[in-house]
Structure formats: structure tokens, C-alpha cells
């Protein structure tokens, strides 16, 4: 018989960070990763990118800027009640441009090690 398992918001499990972020995991059963990330006002996360996982996002407070792309010169932004999809491999940072901390709830699917720092857009 299959259980529900339950992992209480205050109870959340350090994960691989980037700099400028915080996020705890809930749960991973490869290929799927779920969980949080918060950022304070006005910070940048470094780059970043998720492998071979697709990640889909939820804006539960605060504001988000995703840059990528070239140089990382686009942008999409979001806002509390917004969703966001990121394709797999894809180079980006966060920014949070507002003053108040935001917190982002995240499915990561795909499989493989969760993150890769990198130094920038074109690396």
C-alpha cells in the first residue's frame, strides 16, 4: 500500500546553493526535485543552470527577474501569483528588485544533479 508523505514548510532540508539564494528541498525522487527558494530585497543570485531539469515555478511573495540569453540581456519578471518556466540548460540568475524578500516554490523535472554553478551566461 502506498503512504502520503508529508514534510511540513518549516521542515525543509538544506540543498546545493547559489550564491545569493536560499533553497531547501521536500522532496527528491529522481527524476523530480521539489521545493523552495527565497532571495532578500535587492540581491542577485549568481549564474546558474539546472542540467538536464525542466523547472517550473510559483511566486508566492515578492518579486522575481529571471535574466538569460545573450549576456543575459532578457529578462521576464514576475510577481507573487506568477508562473515561470525555465527549459532545461538554460543559463540564467535570479534578481529580486524589490525591497521585500521573495519566496518561490519550484518543481524541477528531468533528473540528474539539480544545479550547476557556472560564471556566467556564456559558460
Not at 521545493?35 to 532578500?40: A, C, F, K, L, W
Not at 540564467?92 to 551566461?121: A, C, D, Q, T, Y
Request: proline share 4%; charged share 15%; no cysteine.
Amino acid at each position: 500500500m502506498s503512504k502520503i508523505l508529508h514534510v511540513r514548510g518549516n521542515a525543509l532540508s538544506n540543498t546545493k546553493q547559489t550564491q545569493g539564494m536560499i533553497r531547501a528541498v521536500a522532496f527528491a525522487n529522481n527524476p523530480i526535485w521539489v521545493g523552495s527558494v527565497e532571495m532578500e530585497g535587492s540581491t542577485a543570485s549568481g549564474w546558474h543552470h539546472h542540467g538536464k531539469n525542466d523547472s517550473y515555478l510559483y511566486v508566492v511573495s515578492g518579486n522575481a527577474r529571471f535574466e538569460h540569453g545573450l549576456e543575459g540581456q532578457e529578462t521576464v519578471d514576475a510577481t507573487a501569483g506568477d508562473y515561470i518556466f525555465v527549459p532545461a540548460h538554460t543559463i540564467h540568475r535570479e534578481v529580486n528588485p524589490g525591497n521585500e524578500r521573495s519566496k518561490i516554490v519550484l518543481f524541477r523535472i528531468g533528473g540528474g544533479k539539480p544545479v550547476f554553478n557556472v560564471s556566467g551566461p556564456g559558460s
